[in-house]
């Protein structure tokens, strides 16, 4: 008797599935069993629970309904959820680790796109480019304008990172042969570690102290939501810049928005409390020229997507063989 190919579930949108599978990845995902794609262009928990039916693996993304218990005790096959995107808190909950399932997830992939973006935030603010754009549209006088604004090399710069995970490494590594003096806050970081990167360990208000530019890259846990508020903005020092391309809940977003508001520093921020920033949102203010706004945009490029989508096709090969 021929046996039956594996079934392996795409619990994606039509949307994710057009960003995040080129036509090789999903000829690749084709050939190593029975693929049940979504038949519409959304994905709700109804339809998730059907394309499971006896499903051995499960791609998954942005827009996949979450699992849960009952789910899982639905389908107590499933032996892999290959998410393609970043983050599986929100998508299965801590306690089905213990019971069996495996979690593979694509943050690796997402990691040389936010560092780009840090890095080319630093490089507008320290040459003051968007400040420059705005001058001489309003009409500034050209070499008015250029004197107005300050010009700083990025390499004469310390940057402080916070959180030396896959983002955190990566901005390293694009920063280090800028010549930047690299301050990284992270206790799973050791001295050796540290060297191999050409960075040095600190804590936290040594790095805003002493730093020029603070990128921060930690997650969400219990020991740093919050972990930045009014007292550690004032550590801060004048004219320095606050890059946030990782999660909101890390700061009091209240206390720093009256820090920008003072004047004192500038910031890029990429994610916000809420999101979408709504549109009457006090950082949509054009007043305020000493930060800009992204729509959490920081790690998404072409590139990165389809990378993360053969990332996980390639998971469920290693798990079928």
Same mark, same amino acid.
């Given at each position: 008797m021929r046996e +039956?190919?594996?079934?392996?579930? !795409?619990?994606?949108?039509?949307?994710? /599935? /057009?960003?995040?599978?080129?036509?090789?990845?999903? $000829?690749?995902?084709?050939?190593?069993g029975d693929v049940r794609w979504p038949a519409g262009a959304t994905i709700d928990a109804a339809d998730a629970d059907r394309l499971l039916q006896g499903a051995t693996a499960c791609l998954t993304g942005w827009g996949t309904p979450p699992f849960d218990s009952a789910a899982r005790q639905r389908h107590p096959q499933l032996a892999l959820v290959a998410?393609? #995107?970043?983050?599986?808190?929100?998508?299965? =909950? #801590?306690?089905?680790?213990?019971?069996?399932?495996?979690?593979?997830?694509? $943050?690796?992939?997402?990691?040389?796109? @936010?560092?780009?973006? !840090? @890095?080319?935030?630093?490089?507008?603010?320290?040459?003051?480019?968007?400040?420059?754009?705005? $001058?001489?549209?309003?009409?500034?006088e050209w070499l008015d304008v250029r004197a107005a604004v300050p010009q700083r090399l990025l390499g004469a710069r310390t940057v402080g990172i916070v959180g030396a995970g896959y983002v955190g490494r990566a901005v390293m590594r694009l920063l280090v042969p800028f010549g930047c003096r690299v301050l990284v806050v992270d206790p799973y970081l050791s001295d050796g570690e540290a060297a191999a990167l050409g960075v040095v360990r600190t804590e936290l208000d040594e790095a805003?102290?002493?730093?020029?530019? &603070?990128? *921060?890259?930690?997650? !969400?846990?219990?020991?740093?939501?919050?972990?930045?508020?009014?007292?550690?903005? #004032?550590?801060? /020092?004048?004219?320095?810049?606050f890059i946030n391309t990782a999660r909101a809940e890390l700061i009091d977003e209240a206390a720093l928005l009256a820090e920008i508001r003072s004047g004192r520093i500038e910031a890029a921020l990429d994610v916000f409390d809420k999101e979408p920033l709504p549109p009457n949102s006090p950082f949509r203010d054009p007043g305020l020229i000493n930060v800009?706004?992204? =729509?959490?945009?920081?790690?998404?490029?072409?590139?990165?997507?389809?990378? +993360?989508?053969? $990332?996980?096709?390639?998971? &469920?090969?290693?798990? *079928?063989?």
């Open positions: +039956q190919p594996p079934v392996i579930a !795409v619990l994606l949108t039509e949307k994710t /599935r /057009r960003m995040m599978l080129d036509d090789a990845a999903t $000829a690749e995902l084709n050939a190593l998410h393609s #995107a970043g983050s599986v808190r929100t998508l299965v =909950p #801590a306690r089905l680790f213990d019971d069996g399932l495996r979690v593979s997830h694509a $943050a690796s992939k997402i990691a040389a796109s @936010v560092a780009e973006f !840090v @890095v080319a935030e630093a490089l507008l603010a320290m040459r003051g480019i968007h400040r420059l754009h705005h $001058a001489l549209r309003d009409g500034g805003l102290a002493k730093s020029d530019v &603070i990128s *921060l890259h930690a997650p !969400v846990l219990s020991e740093t939501r919050g972990m930045i508020g009014a007292r550690e903005l #004032a550590l801060l /020092r004048s004219g320095a810049l800009t706004i992204s =729509p959490h945009a920081a790690g998404h490029t072409e590139e990165a997507h389809f990378a +993360q989508g053969r $990332a996980m096709v390639d998971e &469920i090969g290693r798990l *079928l063989r």
